[in-house]
């Protein structure tokens, strides 16, 4: 299991314990998820999903970065940060096989630096 996926089993788990024990008369729960990058939306759209059967009252996303791609699904979240180009981007918690992510900027990690800490 990733780590992502972990995070999501933990979040969902809390809202099944939320949802469980909220009211028959209707959905009070509010969602907001922060998302450091959103590349294609494709991940987002699933989470999304799965948040619905939880009917909450609202679900807002809110990105650091979104990025560019012509490989979108065309989600574009409720908040975004920086729209950015169509290249890796690494720094602040935003890694390259665990490389960067303690950079206090975000850059782009050039083909150089990619081979370079190729795993």
């Known amino acids: 299991m990733t780590a992502q996926q972990h995070l999501w089993r933990r979040a969902l788990l809390g809202l099944q314990q939320e949802h469980e024990g909220a009211s028959e008369v209707g959905s009070t729960l509010n969602v907001l998820i922060v998302e450091d990058i959103v590349e294609t939306g494709r ?36 908040f975004v940060g920086f729209e950015i180009p169509d290249k890796f981007v690494v720094g602040y918690a935003l890694d390259y096989n ?10 782009v990690i050039s083909e150089r630096g990619r081979q370079k800490y190729k795993v």
């Open 43 to 78: 991940t987002m759209r699933k989470l999304l999903a799965l948040l619905e059967k939880y009917k909450p009252q609202m679900v807002k996303v809110a990105s650091l970065l979104l990025k560019r791609t012509p490989r979108s699904s065309g989600y574009r979240p409720d």
């Open 98 to 107: 665990e490389y960067f992510r303690d950079l206090n900027h975000i850059c």
